[in-house]
């Protein structure tokens, strides 16, 4: 929920509803613990709906910063499925590369200490959301300007 009330979802259902809330919960981490104002989460806050995320509806481009926090994110899913954790230098020499290849400004670097942080995080919230029974609901707050 936002702070004026409003809400954005999406159902998801057999592989998909293994994979997202787990990738959502990276993208909270990610976001909260670099800051990023402008990732997914900063978004949604902003009034976006779920369906925009994608930078192909109304709203047209996905901002910078997003789609570098997006990037993380999948480098961070792919280190789940191999179990294989890359390097901050290996992250940032693909961000770069992936944004050259679109023609969009390469993204900020990430620092080793920042990427500890990160899993971290990611850590901790994955254990506590299969800590979660059934049915129940992990709530995160979220500020942007933070």
Do not use: C
């Amino acid at each position: 929920m936002r702070a004026d009330g409003s809400v954005t979802w999406q159902r998801q259902e057999g592989r998909q509803a293994a994979f997202f809330p787990l990738h959502d919960l990276a993208h909270y981490a990610v976001e909260s613990e670099l800051r990023l104002g402008s990732g997914f989460y900063g978004l949604i806050a902003e009034g976006w709906d779920i369906a925009d995320t994608g930078g192909k509806g109304a709203r047209g481009p996905l901002p910078v910063e997003t789609v570098a926090a997006e990037h993380l994110v999948g480098v961070l899913d792919l280190e789940r499925a191999g179990g294989v954790e890359w390097t901050a230098e290996e992250i940032n020499r693909e961000a770069a590369a992936y944004a050259a290849t679109r023609g969009r400004p390469a993204p900020r670097p990430v620092t080793d200490a920042e990427l500890g942080r990160v899993r971290s995080r990611v850590g901790e919230l994955f254990a506590r959301w299969r800590a979660l029974p059934p049915g129940a609901t992990l709530e995160l707050g979220f500020d942007r300007r933070s």
